[in-house]
C-alpha cells in the first residue's frame, strides 16, 4: 500500500529490518512511532532521524521502504524538491549499505557455521549502519559500562544541550481517524489533545563539547566519568585538527576522522586509541559501525558468554573473567576464522538475537483464550451476551513487581589503554540467562 508523501524503494525485509537494525545498539537516535496498521503488508512504525539540514522519516512493509524528508524550509523550486528528495535516497543507500546482498551473506555463514543456521530466520535483515564517524565516537564512549536505553537518553540530552533545533513536528497518526461530529452536537466537547510537537536537533559538532565548563555541565547530567571523556576527546580533536567548517557544516575534526576509512584496521585503531576514553572495545565498535572494517569483532563480557556457550571457549557461563588483551584478540581471532571478511557483520546478528529487549523477536504473537462471563443485558432476566475477560487471579496470589536494573558508575576495566564497553551489566546478564530462553538455544 502506498504511503502518502513517501517515496518507494523496493527492499524486502531479508535485506533490511528496520525493526531490529535500529534498536539493537548501533546507533541511538532515532525515534520510533507506532502507525495504525490495518493490514499485516502495512508499516507498524515510522522511525525518525535528524541530519544537519533534514529529518529523514522512514517506513517499511514487507518487500518496500518508504522514505521521505522535511525540511525546515520549502524548496524554492521543483527541481530543488527533486534534488533533496536525491539526496536523502543516495544517503539511504550509503548509511544501510545497501550495495551489499546481505541475504547473500547470510547464506554463506548458515553453510560455515550450524548455530548462525539455527537463528537466521528469525533476526533476518539485520546489517551493519553506516554511519558518522564523530557521532559514532561519542555515542560509544558513553556506552562505557552502560545499557542502550541510559546510552540513547545521554545522547538525546548532548543534542538538546549542544545543538539548536532544526524544527518541529508532529507524530505520525497512530489511532484510526475519527468518526464525523453527528449533527446537533454542538453541547459536545472534543476532549482529544492536541498532539505533542517533536523537537529534532542535529549532533552537536566537536567544537560545541570541547569547552572546559562541558565536563561539569554532563556530569550534572548524569554522565559520571564519561563527561571529562566526552569534553577532552573533543578537545584533543579541536586542537589537532582545528575548528574550521566546511560549506557543509563538517568540521575539521570529523573531516578527518572520516579519512581513517582509507587507513588499514590497525593504522585507524592506533588513532582512535590515542583518544580519552577510547579503548580497544569502543576503538573496533567505531572501525566497525563508521569506518568500514566489516571484519573487526568489538569483544566484551557478553560476547565472550556467547564464545563459551556456542563456540567451545573455556570458561563458566555466566561467570565474569577479566578481559585481557589475549582474550580479547582469541576471539576476536575464532569469529573471523568462522565468519571470514564480514565477521563484524555476523556478529551484530548473535549479539542482537541475545539481547534481552529481543527475546522474542521473529516468533509468532501468541492469541490469548479469552474468559466468557454472562453479563445481564437490560432488555430482560432473560438475555445474556458473553465479553472476554482476563483470566481472575487465584486468591492469595500477588502481581509480580518488576525489580529496578542496577545501574553501576564506575569505569570499566582498561584495554588498549581507555576502558573497555560494556553494554549491559554482569547480574543483567545473569537474570537474563535464568529467566529467558535465549534465542541461541
Known amino acids: 500500500m502506498a504511503q502518502l508523501g513517501f517515496h518507494a524503494l523496493p527492499l524486502p525485509l531479508a535485506q533490511l529490518s528496520l525493526s531490529a537494525v535500529l534498536r539493537c545498539g548501533q546507533s541511538f537516535r532515532w525515534s520510533i512511532h507506532p502507525l495504525h496498521a490495518v493490514l499485516l503488508s502495512d508499516p507498524s512504525h515510522e522511525y525518525r532521524l535528524c541530519l544537519r539540514d533534514r529529518v529523514v522519516c522512514l517506513r517499511q512493509s514487507p518487500d518496500t521502504l518508504f522514505y521521505r524528508s522535511v525540511f525546515p524550509d520549502p524548496p524554492e523550486s521543483p527541481e530543488a524538491g527533486s534534488t533533496r528528495d536525491a539526496e536523502t535516497l543516495l544517503w539511504l543507500k550509503d548509511y544501510f549499505q545497501l550495495d551489499i546482498d546481505l541475504v547473500k551473506l547470510y547464506d554463506e555463514w548458515s553453510v560455515k557455521d550450524p548455530v548462525f543456521a539455527k537463528l537466521r530466520s528469525r533476526f533476518e535483515g539485520i546489517r551493519m549502519l553506516r554511519q558518522d564517524p564523530w557521532e559514532n565516537l561519542i555515542s560509544f564512549i558513553c556506552s562505557s559500562n552502560n545499557n542502550i536505553i541510559r546510552i540513547t537518553k545521554m545522547v538525546k540530552s548532548l543534542c538538546i544541550k549542544y545543538s539548536p533545533p532544526l524544527l518541529s513536528m508532529p507524530p505520525p497518526l497512530a489511532l484510526p481517524p475519527r468518526l464525523p461530529t453527528p449533527p446537533n452536537s454542538d453541547d459536545l466537547v472534543d476532549a482529544t489533545p492536541e498532539p505533542e510537537l517533536e523537537v529534532f536537533h542535529p549532533f552537536p559538532p566537536p567544537s560545541q563539547l570541547a569547552a572546559p565548563e562541558v565536563a561539569a555541565m554532563l556530569r550534572s547530567q548524569g554522565f559520571g566519568y564519561r563527561a571529562d571523556f566526552i569534553q577532552k576527546t573533543a578537545k584533543m580533536l579541536i586542537d589537532e585538527h582545528g575548528a574550521s567548517s566546511s ?159 542496577p545501574e553501576v558508575d564506575v569505569p570499566p576495566p582498561q584495554i588498549g589503554g581507555a576502558p573497555a564497553v560494556q553494554m549491559d551489566s554482569l547480574a543483567e546478564r545473569v537474570k537474563r540467562r535464568r529467566r529467558m530462553p535465549s534465542a541461541l538455544g
Open 247 to 405: 560549506t557543509q557544516g563538517i568540521e575539521a575534526p570529523e573531516k578527518w576522522l572520516r579519512t581513517l576509512r582509507d587507513k588499514s584496521t590497525t593504522e585507524a585503531r592506533e588513532e582512535l586509541l590515542k583518544l580519552m576514553g577510547v579503548g580497544r572495545k569502543v576503538a573496533d565498535c567505531v572501525l566497525l559501525m563508521s569506518l568500514d572494517k566489516s571484519e573487526v569483532i568489538p569483544v566484551d563480557t557478553h560476547v565472550h558468554q556467547i564464545a563459551i556457550k556456542h563456540y567451545g571457549f573455556r570458561g563458566a557461563s555466566g561467570a565474569k573473567q577479566a578481559m585481557s588483551p589475549k582474550l580479547y584478540d582469541a576471539i576476536s581471532e575464532k569469529f573471523m576464522s568462522v565468519w571470514g571478511d564480514y565477521a563484524g557483520w555476523a556478529h551484530s546478528v548473535l549479539f542482537t538475537a541475545d539481547l534481552k529487549a529481543f527475546s522474542d523477536h521473529g516468533l509468532p504473537t501468541p492469541i490469548p483464550s479469552p474468559v466468557k462471563r454472562q453479563v445481564r443485558t437490560s432488555q430482560g432476566a432473560g438475555d445474556y451476551f458473553s465479553v472476554p475477560t482476563e483470566s481472575p487471579r487465584k486468591r492469595g496470589t500477588k502481581r509480580a513487581r518488576p525489580q529496578p536494573e
